[in-house]
């Protein structure tokens, strides 16, 4: 098996979070089509094999949230250049993206940042980073035909068979690598159930303060209300990467998975590869960027191509969310990503940040940020705290992939302040 970075667990916190802003009545989605998915979500669009559903807005809300700083709840790209710092990248068409450090949690610029559009299967970042940590790799399930009762029509799927038993671990591998509505669902039904499951998610949401976030399906497949931002996505990342499965997950370039159990048959198996493009290169001019390190990648008709990505370079890592490029090109949504992360390497250190990603519900801080340029006391607060309340540790990156866990570290310690004994 072959993977890429990630990140351990939080101690800290945020604070008294607002009350959820009002859900826009935007559809969602996140349906898939294997030969979307198979196509990492850049030439295709996972679809419900009908068109249904209205697709997002094309104008931003005038007003929108301000958790995590004033200016993040401006229409229009936000940055505040200092000496020497590069201009914005010009190609840029995503209705909604974001640049945030992993490490302090700060935003370097964003646009449209808490823009509550159709997730399609970045969702699954949040799905499993409220479900991971309840099962055990290990176990193992039976598939039975409910399991997979309610999958969308053309839904991404990596091959999941009634009557089939697979474990937990190789469930994962089939959400991470090719987006596997059918594995969501298994997970999901060993979770207890879709509708519990769903629960989970928006409760986990709240707990994060990614107050955009509506869940109707696990899986984002393309729903009524159901939306979310990048700022949120870029939340649901930072937080799934504290947890050791979650980076080895979405790290990892390609693996077997588990074919149909036949009687009186040795049970075989068949690669699968990650259709994060970024992160194997297939596809890209230059190949897999170099550092990336996961995250997620999501297309539907409703929601066009989304993603979200982690890379190091020089000892620096960053996240970046891109939200439904208008320009219609192979890949584009990958090639947009680039260029932010080229931007976000070359300015760090030389820009005001415009806002922070704020910890989960317990810790200290103002999630609404106060009024400052740079998203108010809050920003200074998170940075202030010397406190490591969580750290990544994601091995041996190499060439955008993590060829084998050992060589190289990817460290990444989160400055939340510690709660208060």
Known sequence: MTAAPALADPT?????????????????GASANPAASANGGAAGREDDGKGNGRRAPRTPPSRMSTVGGEMLGRPGPQVQLGPG???????????????????SGEILAANNAHWELPPASTLKMLFADTVLPKLPRTKTHKVVPADLEGMG?????????????????????????????????????????????????????????????????????????????????????????QKA?????????????????????????????????????????????????????????????TFTGVAQHDGRKLLVTVMNPDIQEPHEVYKETERLLDWGFEAAGRVKPVGMLVPPKGGTGNAKGGGGQA????????????GSGGMWTALGIAGGA???????AFVVHRRWPRPKA
């Open 12 to 28: 800290a916190p945020p604070s008294p979070s607002p009350s959820r802003p009002s859900v826009s009545p935007s559809p969602s």
């Open 85 to 103: 710092a590069p201009q914005l990248p010009t190609e840029l068409s995503g209705r909604s993206w974001l640049v945030a450090d992993a490490e």
């Open 153 to 241: 029509a053309g839904s991404s799927a990596v091959g999941v068979k009634e009557g089939s038993t697979y474990s937990v671990h190789d469930l994962w591998l089939g959400v991470f690598l090719r987006s596997g509505n059918d594995a969501v669902r298994v997970l999901a039904s060993m979770n207890g159930g879709i509708p519990k499951t769903v629960k989970d998610m928006q409760a986990h949401a709240e707990e994060l303060q990614a107050l955009d976030t509506h869940v109707v399906t696990p899986d984002g497949y393309d729903a009524d209300r159901q939306v979310s931002s990048a700022y949120d996505l870029t939340l649901f990342a930072r937080s799934g990467l």
């Open 245 to 305: 499965d979650f980076r080895e997950y979405c790290s990892t370039v390609s693996a077997q998975f588990p074919g149909e159990e036949q009687p009186g048959k040795q049970r075989e198996s068949f690669a699968i590869v990650n259709t994060n493009r970024l992160l194997t290169g297939e596809g890209m001019e230059h190949g897999p960027y170099k550092g990336m390190a996961g995250v997620k990648n999501g297309s539907t008709t409703n929601a066009g191509n």
């Open 375 to 386: 998203g108010g006391d809050h920003a200074q607060a998170s940075v202030a705290g010397s």
């Open 402 to 408: 993590l060829v084998a866990l050992g060589a190289g």
